[in-house]
């Protein structure tokens, strides 16, 4: 009997969960963490593939979607479904559950009126096929603080900032307020709800090789809060003296200032010569501050994928760089509700995109347009690799000029 697909009842958490915990292979998840994300998960929106179909029975494959709201070009925040969780076990691959799962959770997606899914990948070649395109990438960096100075210009106001060390969980308040205004000027970043400035200060999985406990700095001016450094800090010692290295886990900025102080904190912590960030902005500013960008040892890597469920609604809910007038023919089986075309005309001041039957200036899958929508990946690379044509003359140039955005997408932590 094929696996039965189901939302999640009461009593199931623990035995989906470790459904999804032995499909990833990693340890068991830390208590706190795993307490958070029970407290997070919505059982509506989870959904659990069981064999046999009845209570107590196995679990074969998992997933879930957050209720998020992701901010877009022009600074809104756009209801999405966050998709999380989504595993098989090992024994049921090649069976169909993955896309049964995806087949019914865009079903739902679209009946709640949401018009945007994304997820972070496991593996980046899974989605595609869903109608998925990555959307932003992010920045990490191992930093050769010994050898790279971080200079701070005049004018900045950087020295009239004041830091100090503060307690994570009781600074949250004041750092989500930082981190909020933030979510405004950058695509990709979750607006976060009351829970999930939690996930902030959580102890990274697998445990901290040795780090001390979370470290937060916060910057001051007036004193009112302009920025925030969270951070691990894991000394070593050889035979020619300390060798630490700072793991920097989130840093944000009301301004110029506070970013640069902040940086330069963590670039001259005493004891120590190498500062790794993880995951960062790719247009992160602190690549124009050092003195030897070589020596940072820079990496890309993709960060959030993004799913156009709606559209129409979806390109109507971003504003646009440049004025756009633009007839896009939309390619997606898998949502055949979004095939056609469809008019899209605007500005910076907002959009309006509705179906038509005028001729297509501009063809492409759904992916890639899921790709562009932020801001961070061109038409015209989409082009380039194939993956968009142009039947007009000049269109593409033009929308894709008009899709981009000043300030790169970025996706500061998985959910």
Sequence with gaps: MA??????????????????????????????????????????????????????????????????????????????????????????????????????????????????????????????????????????????????????????????????????????????????????????????????????????????????????????????????????????????????????RDLEARDPGAYASLWRFLFEIDLTSTLVAQNRPVDDAWQHLVSDVRRCERQLRDGLFVRLVDVGTALESRTYRTEVDVVLEVEDPFCPWNEGRWRLSGDHRGASCTRTAAPADVVLPVGALASAYLGGVPLTALARAGRAGELGRGTLARASLAFGNETAPWLPHSF
């Design 3 to 248: 696996p039965q697909l189901r939302t999640l009842e009461t009593g199931e958490w623990d035995t989906w969960y470790r459904t999804l915990e032995r499909a990833f292979g990693g340890p068991p998840t830390a208590p706190e963490a795993r307490e958070l994300w029970q407290s997070l998960t919505e059982h509506d929106r989870s959904l659990g593939a069981w064999e046999g179909g009845g209570a107590g029975d196995e679990c074969v494959g998992t997933a879930g979607a957050f209720s998020l709201r992701l901010s877009v070009p022009g600074s809104a925040v756009v209801a999405t479904a966050g998709v999380t969780m989504v595993s098989v076990a090992a024994t049921h691959r090649r069976r169909g559950l993955l896309t049964t799962m995806m087949r019914r959770q865009l079903d739902d997606i679209r009946g709640r009126g949401e018009p945007l899914a994304a997820l972070v990948a496991s593996e980046p070649g899974i989605y595609g096929r869903f109608g998925y395109g990555m959307a932003t990438q992010q920045l990490s960096a191992t930093v050769d603080t010994a050898r790279v100075r971080l200079e701070v210009p005049a004018g900045t106001g950087a020295d009239a900032v004041r830091l100090r060390y503060a307690d994570p969980v009781t600074a949250l308040p004041a750092c989500e307020a930082v981190y909020a205004e933030a979510v405004a000027e950058r695509p990709g970043m979750p607006a976060r709800r009351p829970g999930w400035d939690r996930v902030a200060v959580l102890a990274p999985q697998g445990g901290r090789d040795g780090g001390s406990p979370l470290v937060c700095v916060v910057a001051e001016r007036d004193g009112a809060t302009v920025g925030y450094a969270r951070f691990h800090h894991t000394p070593q010692w050889d035979v020619s003296g300390a060798r630490g290295t700072i793991v920097l």
